[in-house]
């Protein structure tokens, strides 16, 4: 059955730095992949989504690439505030079906 | 634009008790919906899923049920609630395969 994987690991750094989370899959093919942020008591929310034919999809200071060989996306903050402080979860995805699987997150804590 | 509710926020059950948690969806129409869990400090796991009003798929076998009487609107059951139903509760909406938006959750406690 299909594995995603994201360290569970919280990530700290220090504001201004770079963020890098990553997500690992196997025994799937995703045509696509998305991150959510998700804030202690909320639900998730979407951030980016990044096709198997794209490279690498930028929007404002985040940074997605997702590599189908490796079976990997890598999601990136830069110049992190504290208020990016939260869990980033990784969801690959099909066409073929109408749901698709959230990793367990990586909780990212940046210190001012 | 879209919005999702679910209620109630907050809720305490004891153990043997029924369960009825609702989501509703405003201005979309025929929207997939789900359910998911979210156990203290864990990640998603997908309960349920329709794609249309009386059509729902269920990913894991448990106590729980779900139905959709309405094109917007998801209804969480259970007859008898365990302990390990406890936790944090999450419906969502898609319009097609891609983006979900979730509701702002129902924190569950089970006595």
């Known amino acids: 059955s299909q594995k995603i994987e994201q360290n569970s690991e919280a990530l700290n750094i220090q504001e201004g730095k770079t963020a890098t989370l990553t997500c690992n899959y196997t025994?799937?093919?995703?045509?696509?992949l998305q991150w959510y942020r998700q804030d202690p008591g909320r639900g998730p929310v979407f951030l980016l989504l990044?096709?198997?034919?794209?490279k690498e999809k930028r929007k404002e200071r985040l940074k997605v690439t997702f590599d189908t060989t490796l079976k990997q996306s890598l999601f990136h903050i830069t110049a992190s505030q504290p208020a990016d402080s939260a869990t980033y979860l990784c969801?690959?995805?099909?066409?073929?079906?109408?749901?698709?699987?959230f990793g367990s997150g990586t909780k990212l804590n940046v210190k001012p | 634009s879209q919005t999702i509710h679910q209620w109630p926020a907050t809720l305490v059950q004891p153990v043997g008790s029924p369960l009825s948690l609702e989501c509703t969806v405003e201005?979309?129409?025929?929207?997939?919906l789900y359910w998911y869990r979210q156990a203290a400090g864990r990640g998603l796991q997908l309960l349920f899923y329709?794609?249309?009003?009386?059509?729902i798929s269920s990913e894991v076998p448990q106590n729980l049920s779900a139905s959709r009487p309405q094109d917007r609107q998801f209804i969480l059951s259970s007859k008898k609630l365990l302990l390990s139903d406890s936790g944090f509760y999450l419906c969502?909406?898609?319009?097609?395969?891609?983006?979900?938006?979730f509701g702002p959750g129902t924190r569950l406690l089970v006595l």
């Open positions: 969502a909406w898609s319009f097609g395969q891609e983006t979900q938006y």
């Open positions: 025994n799937y093919s995703p045509a696509y």
């Open positions: 990044i096709r198997e034919n794209e």
């Open positions: 969801a690959p995805g099909s066409y073929n079906f109408n749901k698709f699987y």
């Open positions: 201005g979309t129409s025929n929207p997939n």
């Open positions: 329709s794609v249309g009003i009386g059509q």
